[in-house]
């Protein structure tokens, strides 16, 4: 049996037997990609399993792919600055935003949130600050912009995921309803 190693928007490598993705068939995957982003974004992007592999070659500099984790079928879509972020995330490697970064997670993260602060918790499920976003946006910038935008997900709106990281990045979920907390103020 072959594995693969992954690098994953928590940032954590993680061990994924190759028949895991037996039964999907690879349009699924597709589908499934481009749904993380409007059509104008996802019908020229670059559509990449989580294994690395081209599904379909894109022109506009966007990649998607069907699931932020392994399995998860929650399908993420980035431009290149947010693509270098996960790049550096997974590798626990430095990064700092020198231009605005965009990523679309249309269908949200169900199942799969993570701590608010901390991208390498060692259990994101029993964080006390983990978060699920239904329909979100997340928008990386410069440090010095993310001041005054709280860390809080459930005072509504715009918050800071990561904050003391340099992952940090705003999230913009698109439906509030959808946020799922534990352990937050409301």
Not at 44 to 61: E, P
Not at 65 to 72: E, S
Not at 96 to 115: E, F, H, N, P, Q
Not at 156 to 183: E, Q
Request: aromatic residues 6%; neutral net charge.
């Amino acid at each position: 049996m072959k594995t693969l190693q992954l690098t994953t928007l928590t940032g954590l490598f993680l061990i994924l037997t190759t028949n895991v993705y037996a039964g999907e068939s690879k349009q699924a995957k597709i589908n499934r990609a481009m749904s993380a982003a409007p059509m104008s974004v996802s019908k020229d992007a670059t559509i990449m399993d989580n294994d690395g592999t081209i599904l379909k070659k894109g022109s506009n500099g966007w990649t998607c792919l069907p699931n932020v984790m392994p399995g998860d079928k929650n399908p993420i879509c980035n431009d290149e600055t947010w693509m270098t972020m996960m790049n550096a995330l997974g590798n626990k490697e430095e990064f700092t935003a020198d231009r605005i970064g965009l990523s679309y997670m249309l269908k949200g993260d169900k199942g799969a949130g993570v701590s608010n602060s901390t991208p390498y918790h060692a259990d994101h499920k029993n964080a006390k600050d983990y978060v699920e976003t239904g329909p979100h946006l997340m928008v990386i910038v410069p440090k010095e912009l993310l001041n005054g935008i709280p860390t809080d997900p459930s005072v509504g709106g715009p918050y800071i995921m990561w904050g003391g990281t340099p992952y940090a990045h705003i999230m913009i979920p698109i439906d509030n309803s959808k946020v799922l907390m534990k352990n937050h103020k409301h």
